[in-house]
Nanobody, 115 residues
Framework: QVQVVETGGGLVQAGGPLRLSCVVS????????MAWYRQAPGKQRDLVAH???????DYADSVRGRFTISRNNAKNTVYLQMNSLKPEDTAGYYC?????????WGQGTQVTVSS
């Protein structure tokens, strides 16, 4: 059974940092592409960043230069380092492990940025 568990969310002041972690179990982690999404109330879930199994990364324009995605295959973990946070970054953040024909989601972790 595949499990995806995000941690690290919380309340932070604008301009501050926060690091999210996502641990995946039940799969061969190194075979997965990994991604972070976010969803604010009443809005669609949007891609924030992804890290392919081949080592490529990409970011949404709104976070490029502020957020960094990384992964540690030995720990089955993907991270999202978020710096210079803005109130508009407030959302539920979701980890996604995906590949050809499959995708697994975590339950999400809430990030709230106060102004």
């Amino acid at each position: 059974q595949v499990q995806v568990v995000e941690t690290g969310g919380g309340l932070v002041q604008a301009g501050g940092p926060l690091r999210l972690s996502c641990v995946v179990s039940g799969t061969i982690f190194s075979n997965n592409h990994m991604a972070w999404y976010r969803q604010a109330p009443g809005k669609q879930r949007d891609l924030v960043a992804h890290f392919t199994r081949g080592g490529s990364t990409d970011y949404a324009d709104s976070v490029r230069g502020r957020f960094t995605i990384s992964r540690n295959n030995a720990k089955n973990t993907v991270y999202l380092q978020m710096n210079s946070l803005k109130p508009e970054d407030t959302a539920g953040y979701y980890c996604n492990a995906y590949g050809a024909g499959f995708g697994y989601w975590g339950q999400g972790t809430q990030v709230t940025v106060s102004s």
